[in-house]
């Protein structure tokens, strides 16, 4: 196991971090005892082929699962002892999402949407931020269409904008461009790059697909519920062995 | 196929429960339906046969004169014979009215004829003795060895009152009399039938006009009559069935459709596997099928134990309800009525759903998309029925038609539930932008109109229960209100009491006026007068304008006597036909003849009412001769009576006045509406599982989207906010509409129904109880999201992502 500390303040922390499903024989063990420290203001892919338990850890880190074990700490709060409504509100002010299907709701326009998480959230709507947002996005002239009358890759492109506009501490990227055609998602993960070079976000994307990693600064790679790299500015040699090297 | 649909009946067993509840109900309610007919039946039917049992035959006749000669002529020649009718005249005693109009029959002399079952006391064997039916003596007080006065004037009788016996339903005389007592009262005699010892030859030659029949043909026919009777209401109460039926049906159709769009990449998956259109459908059509077998049994069950149960608190009250069983019809055809419901309701959505491409399945799974939109013909359909139902209404009311207003109704119904898609979800949007901006606000609104057919469906099946009864409630207000303008001009006085030959005691006014259930009392000043020999109390009601209801005053010219029709019958004969012919009589205080004018009336009692100015001229100083008494609003009528009955016993007075016919009337206008919301109640209670239902369904669908709601921040109460904020706007815009929609059938059925009767007839409604079924409507609506909204926020956010 490689662990490579960085210098920068951290977005977000797992210690010992455990998850379990079920019990008895039938247990299932997602993540056992995951130490991560991701770094803010960097775009971080964690990879692990299916069922390595990487949508586990990023619910757990974003506050939509519950550890049975370990702590957990986003944005200098630990997440450990929220009961839902603190872990909503705290999800509400401090993390975006993006995931890979569902993303809009279907009854919205793509404004609407963007600025959902603000209603929520009964907040002022910044509409500098807003307007940048759009902009960095290239979502101006797409503002009142409803998400059935946009493509896959516009679909997603709204829910980054909707993940940024709140400026959170973190946005989580749940395999974003799952479902998208290749054209699409090098323009997702272009924008999602910029987001953290543009905007200064912290940018954590769970994703299988080696093309999408190439796009993130630092990777975690996860396999069987474990941390089994964490590398920095990793070339594509590097990445594959890391990959390779658990699969052997 | 068949493991396909038993697995998927499996599955989905938890989602038919609300459809299949809807059933459940339907069914029982046809079964109870006929088990409360059927006991009704079986205990007016019972003991038809029973004055006829010691006779081989029945004479019928329509000449009375024929059936009187029929049994003066047996009782000469010793032949067996008994009356099978009755009189209808007032009873009393000891100079205190009992009851106004009692059923008296005959009992004979002839112990093999007396088919009385008697409970005390003897039979009678002599003229002057009587048997009382025993309920109508415990309501009278009347016991074992009193002596009564039964009907009035010169055909008045005394008879002692020697047994007291159960009279069944059929043969419901409160009095039993030998035939000479019973012969007096020629002039309510109805007497349709003799039941015949003898001979039919010697019936004949005695009756040529009549008809002989067995006894046995005879009872079978008077059950059949009494059958029928019954069948009219079963058929009243097999409309509300049907109501509630149409209600389930939307509720079972919007379920099937709501599960077919669920299961769309399912049914798409087995079509690439190679199951043909034809097998699937057959595969949806067998499971609705053993759906609405299953709810149709357990219907059968359910409804016959509540049946049995109302059965039997009814004849707690209501003795002559017979014990409950379950016709094998009724429970056949209410089986049969709950499987062709729960298939015509599958109808439509199977055919849509059986459409879904193979390809269908492959396709990336974007959720459930089941939009519609309202189409052209459905709309073009809806503008033909409200045109078509709008001018079959204005019909109806030019033309005072009830069953043109009836279709007419009927067509606008169809017509306002085919715009449902388009108008159900603008007025939810409409509502919602009243109800504020809030995000939670927003999103119950915009799910609420997400699928507009859904929408509308489920929103209309709480439409039909809402409209019939604000209607109902209304029309049946609004008639109780001319009913009772007209009840006020027939009965003026709720109570009197009227002196006979002497004044009143100066304190009884005082005491009449504190009873409990008196509003008001007036003395009336009088004096005593004889018209034609007959004397009768003359009153001023000058002091009484307080206590009189209705149009009249009973304040008449001078010169003129309002005379009760009651004291003209009494008058010889030469003085009435004066009354009648020439509205004139001559009055006699004190050997002073005065001729007024007459107006012959009722309603205040035993006297003759006169101004003050003329009643002056009889007598210069009148005496206290009469108390009216005005009834609190509610008073309890027995007692009432009761109570003025006791002060004029003791003081020797008659008692009479309108507020029981008042309160009778009432009562029955009351049970008339219980009965018709608690019947429209059942409607509610499906269309309202239907909310439920709809609501819950589509927690299961918006699964993921509810998780991302969650994960962007909308805490657990706010989801549940939304949710019950869903079935609110739903049952409040079905509600808004109902209520609008039932006012205005309402005032339609008032224009039509009320108004071929009574002039100027106007709308009342009853604020509280509309506004009641409103509130009641609205918030069972939001009740019916309580279950569903508690699943959906129960959830975890992580738990709903991975939903698939």
Known sequence: ?248 | MRGVLLASLRHHTRRYVAAGLAVVIGVAFVVVTGMLTGATREGLTADVGAPVAGVDHVVSTDDQSEAVKLVDTAQERDVPALSLGYAMEPVARDGVQLAPYANVSEVALDPALQWQDLTEGRFPDAPGQALADVNAAKSTGVRLGDVITVGSGDVATEVEVVGLVDSPAAANASLYVPWTDLERFDDTLWLPSVAWGGSPDLAREIAPGATVETSYDWTAAKQAEISQGVDVIALMALMFVFIALFVSVMVIANTFAILFAQRQRDFALLRCVGVTRRQLRRAIRLEALALGVVAAVVGIVVGAAVGAGLVVLVRHWFSDMGPAAIDPLWAGGAFVVGVVVTLLAAWLPTRAATKVAPLAALRPDTGVDVRSAAGRVRLVLAALSLVGGGLLLAVSVATTSVPVMLVGGTVFFVGVLLLGPLLVPALIRLVGRLAGRGPVRQLATGNAVRNPRRTATTAASLLVGVTLTTAVLTGLASSRTELGREMDDSYPVDGSITAVDSPLADDLVTRAGALPGAADAAALDGTVASIGKVEVPLVSAERASGVVRGRDDLVPADGVVLLPYDVIMELPRKVGDRVWDDREVTVTVDGRDRTLKAEPSSGWGRSGVVSAATLTTFDASPQPMAVWVRATDGADAEDLRGDLAALAGAAGASVDGGYSNRAWVDLQVDILTGAVVGLLGIAIVIALIGIANTLGLSVLERGRENALLRAMGLTRTQLRRAMAAEGLLLSAVATLVGTALGLFFAWIGVRVMIGSVIEDAGLSVPVLQVGGVAVVAALAGLAACVVPARRAARVTPAAGLALD
Do not use: W
């Open chain 1, 1 to 248: 196991m490689t662990t490579t500390l960085t210098q920068t303040p951290t977005a977000a922390t797992a210690r010992d971090l455990t998850r379990t499903y079920g019990d008895g024989d039938s247990t299932v063990h997602a993540l056992r005892g995951v130490d991560l420290d991701l770094p803010a203001g960097r775009f971080t892919a964690i990879m692990g082929p299916s069922g390595s338990g990487k949508s586990t850890l990023m619910h757990c880190l974003a506050g939509l699962d519950v550890a049975t074990a370990g702590t957990v700490t986003v944005a200098g709060r630990d997440l450990g002892g929220l009961d839902d409504t603190a872990l909503t509100l705290f999800r509400r002010e401090h993390i975006g999402f993006v995931f890979q299907a569902f993303n809009l709701l279907p009854m919205l326009t793509a404004g609407q949407n963007i600025l959902l998480p603000l209603e929520l959230a009964g907040r002022a709507v910044d509409r500098a931020r807003y307007d940048q947002v759009v902009g960095v996005l290239g979502l101006e002239d797409r503002l009142g269409h409803l998400p059935s009358q946009l493509s896959g890759g516009q679909q997603q492109r709204v829910a980054i904008a909707r993940a940024l506009v709140t400026q959170p501490d973190i946005v989580f990227a749940d395999e974003p461009t799952g479902n998208l055609d290749s054209e699409s998602s090098a323009e997702v993960l272009g924008h999602l790059r910029r987001s953290v070079r543009e905007l200064g976000m912290t940018v954590v994307m769970v994703t299988h697909e080696l093309d999408a990693a190439a796009y993130a600064d630092d990777v975690v790679v996860i396999h069987d519920g474990a941390v089994t790299a964490h590398l920095t500015d990793p070339g594509q040699d590097q990445l594959v062995a890391a990959l390779r090297g658990r699969s052997a």
